[in-house]
Every structure is written in structure tokens, then in C-alpha cells.
């Protein structure tokens, strides 16, 4: 698993350009035993959620990061190969 990579994101959408990169492990453990911080973030969230306040709500999951499942191929390849000749 810590040969499986990909880029992480801050949540926030319009910036595309990744933080980093995390491998397979580290995101499974931070998924089974997340920080204090972020735990308590959820549970801010989930106030939120209960109260209809989806503005405090969003601030709130703008500070979580997210992230993108995708293939990081390290190798080089020849731009011929993608000629049709």
C-alpha cells in the first residue's frame, strides 16, 4: 500500500493545484484514527448540519482536505509513441 500514491487537495474547489502527495497507508490510518482537530470538525459540522446553518457548515468543511483518486505514473514515456504513423 505505501507504493500506491496520489495528491491530496484543500477542500477548496477552485484551487487545483495539490498540497502533496500521501500514499494508500497513511490515508486508510488517518481514516480509522483521525486527529483531535479534525474530529472535532466533524462534530462542529454535524451542529451545523442540525441547526440549518449550511453557511457554518461549508467554512467548516473548507478546512478538511480532500482527495483524488488517480494515477501518478512516474515513468517517462516517448511522445512518439502517441503518433499514428
Given at each position: 500500500m505505501k507504493n500506491i500514491i496520489f495528491n491530496y487537495y484543500e477542500?477548496?474547489?477552485k484551487r487545483s493545484i495539490p498540497l502533496g502527495t500521501v500514499n494508500l497507508e497513511y490515508?486508510?490510518?488517518a481514516i480509522?484514527?483521525?486527529?483531535?482537530?479534525i474530529k472535532h470538525i466533524f462534530?462542529?459540522?454535524q451542529v451545523a448540519e442540525q441547526n440549518k446553518d449550511m453557511a457554518t457548515k461549508q467554512v467548516l468543511k473548507?478546512?478538511?482536505y480532500?482527495?483524488?483518486p488517480c494515477v501518478l505514473d512516474f515513468r517517462l514515456r516517448p511522445f512518439t509513441e502517441y503518433y499514428l504513423c
Open positions: 477542500a477548496d474547489i490515508v486508510l490510518n480509522k484514527k483521525p486527529k483531535n482537530d462534530e462542529q459540522i473548507s478546512k478538511l480532500s482527495f483524488t
